[in-house]
């Protein structure tokens, strides 16, 4: 299995900039892909961001021009740049994985606040 250990998030002003990394623990190697979820009050969880293993990488709409993910593979850690955020973006973000050989599960961090004040 694999576990993720995430970090991030915060109070910032609309405009502003945040990062999120996750570090990933266990059977790294079986990783096919990672990113963030964001799941905002009312609102269903969606896909923000993910990066495959040969390093595609994949946006929803509204994150497109403002949001990277990246990867540092030395360090098993994906990065979530958030530029210019908008009060839209305030959600609780979950980096998540996944995983397996033949059989494929997900993993999930323990979730960041992102809170974005007009």
């Known amino acids: 299995q694999v576990q993720l250990v995430e970090s991030g998030g915060g109070l910032v002003q609309a405009g502003g900039s945040l990062r999120h990394s996750c570090a990933a623990y266990?059977?790294?190697?079986?990783?096919?892909?990672k990113g963030w979820h964001r799941k905002a009050p009312e609102k269903q969880r969606e896909l923000v961001a993910s990066i495959t293993s040969g390093g595609i990488t994949n946006y929803v709409d509204s994150a497109k021009g403002r949001f990277t993910i990246s990867r540092d593979s030395a360090k098993n850690t994906v990065y979530l740049q958030m530029n210019s955020l908008k009060p839209e973006d305030t959600a609780v973000y979950y980096c998540y994985c996944t995983a397996g050989v033949g059989t494929y599960y997900s993993s999930w961090g323990q979730g960041t606040q992102v809170t974005v004040s007009s």
């Open positions: 266990g059977r790294i190697l079986s990783i096919k892909n």
